[in-house]
């Protein structure tokens, strides 16, 4: 594996985490410069983490990864999406809709970026693993933590750039963000949890 098939491996590693930042930009207006790069660092952190943990804890543990990786991502993506599906429509019912808050969607604490993080990382496990047997057959000429450091850091650059995008979306949509986004978590979920069934 060379260096363009490990930038590409880190790009499709990356698009969850690109979409969940489109989302979370679109659900706040004027998100201060610190906040896009918390988000941005969250996520970027994971996807270097998880392929280290995944490395280190070697093949006997990609089969539990396997199983349980796309229903715990479903899971908290689909609490995070629904519950923006429930703010929007607690939202309109009140006739509050078409005026974005100031202060930006509440949901999005660090408890819930935790959560974003993990659950757009957890196939980076695998990979983590995959890393351990290309080294070992000699098929990557890169250390497994100068990888991770890779997909990491393009993880980083494109969730940045998805939560400035968002954000603009978001401003264009007005009151409705808040739906597509959760729309966007939910279908993230249920994307992860079919890949997984299906594999």
Same mark, same amino acid.
């Given at each position: ?19 969940? &930042? ?5 659900? #706040? ?9 918390? +988000?941005?660092?969250?996520? =970027?952190?994971?996807?270097? !983490? ?12 990609? @089969?539990?990864?396997?199983? +349980?990786?796309?229903? !715990? ?6 609490? +995070? =999406? ?17 005026? $974005?808050?100031? &202060? ?23 990979? @983590?693993?995959?890393? *351990?047997?290309?080294?070992?057959? =000699?098929?990557?000429?890169? $250390?497994? #933590? ?5 997909? %990491? *850091? ?12 968002? #954000?603009?979306? =978001?401003?264009?949509?007005?009151? $409705?963000? #808040?739906?597509?986004? %959760? ?9 992860? *949890? !079919?890949? %997984?069934?299906?594999?």
């Amino acid at each position: 594996m060379g260096l363009w098939e490990l930038l590409l491996i880190a790009a499709a590693l990356s698009m969850d985490a690109f979409a969940v &930042g489109l989302s979370d930009g679109m659900g #706040e207006p004027a998100m201060p410069f610190f906040k896009h790069f918390a +988000i941005a660092f969250a996520f =970027g952190l994971f996807q270097f !983490l998880m392929p280290v943990a995944g490395y280190y804890a070697g093949s006997a543990f990609a @089969g539990l990864v396997q199983k +349980i990786a796309p229903y !715990l991502s479903f899971a908290l993506l689909a609490f +995070i =999406g629904g519950r923006a599906v429930a703010g929007y429509e607690i939202s309109r019912r009140a006739g509050r809709i078409g005026t $974005r808050r100031k &202060g930006g969607r509440k949901s999005l604490g660090p408890a819930t970026l935790f959560a974003q993080a993990v659950a757009t990382s957890m196939d980076a496990l695998a990979v @983590g693993v995959t890393l *351990l047997a290309a080294e070992e057959s =000699g098929g990557i000429p890169f $250390r497994a #933590e100068l990888c991770a450091l890779v997909i %990491g *850091l393009v993880t980083f650059s494109l969730s940045m750039a998805a939560v400035r995008i968002g #954000e603009r979306a =978001g401003d264009r949509f007005s009151g $409705r963000a #808040e739906l597509f986004g %959760g729309c966007i978590l939910l279908l993230i979920g249920l994307k992860l *949890l !079919l890949e %997984g069934v299906l594999a």
